[in-house]
């Protein structure tokens, strides 16, 4: 299985960004998938999470009511990361990371089995 993680750059704080994953290399589908990041010097922390059916869906509470998560429809494969007004501390390496399995614990990143390589996001103040 190979996640490809797209769409990070340099922004000005308050602009947006959608990153995109998109896994390949296995026929069943996911069962959830999600975005994590690390920031310079800091430790790697869940950002966003969902379940394949887009019923369950989870936020770290510093992006809450300005970052989506969601499932394209046609290319179910690839999963969006929608991040709106952002700000100088959503700086770092964005992960997409996926479970196959049934997952448990959502915001944890021991849950996934794959991950993408990181795609960077600066944000400018």
């Known amino acids: 299985v190979q996640l490809q993680a797209s769409g990070g750059g340099l922004v000005q704080a308050g602009g947006s960004l959608r990153l995109a994953c998109e896994a390949s290399g296995r026929t069943t589908t996911w069962n959830s998938m999600a975005w994590f990041r690390q920031a310079p010097g800091k430790e790697r922390e869940f950002v966003a999470a969902?379940?394949?059916?887009?019923?369950?869906?989870?936020y770290a509470d510093s992006v809450k009511g300005r970052f989506a998560i969601s499932r394209d429809h046609i290319v179910k494969s690839t999963v969006y990361l929608q991040m709106n007004n952002l700000k100088s501390e959503d700086t770092g390496v964005y992960y997409c990371?996926?479970?196959?399995?049934?997952?448990?614990?959502?915001?944890?990143?021991?849950?996934?089995?794959?991950w993408g390589q990181g795609t960077l996001v600066t944000v400018s103040s």
């Open positions: 990371a996926a479970d196959f399995e049934s997952t448990v614990y959502y915001t944890q990143d021991s849950e996934y089995d794959y």
């Open positions: 969902m379940r394949w059916r887009g019923d369950r869906k989870y």
